[in-house]
């Protein structure tokens, strides 16, 4: 009789495994001239408020980033 091992492969460990690999082979790329930001937010209905804050707290951490000199 043989002892089998089984791997199992989750959400987690393959979502580790593939943002490394994506780490790694994006330290060779060229720097883009520029980079596009994306915020999923609500922005009608009850949650509408909170979403205008997230969005303008995101567009003022650009603009402070930006004013640094950028990435």
Known sequence: MTA???ITITRRTLLAGASGTL???RAWAQQPSEV???LLVPI???YAR???VMREGA???VEHINAQGGI
Do not use: C, Q, Y
């Open 23 to 25: 780490i790694a082979s």
């Open 50 to 52: 909170p979403g205008t």
């Open 59 to 61: 567009e003022m951490a």
């Open 4 to 6: 089998r091992s089984k």
């Open 44 to 46: 009608s209905g009850l």
């Open 36 to 38: 596009k930001v994306g």
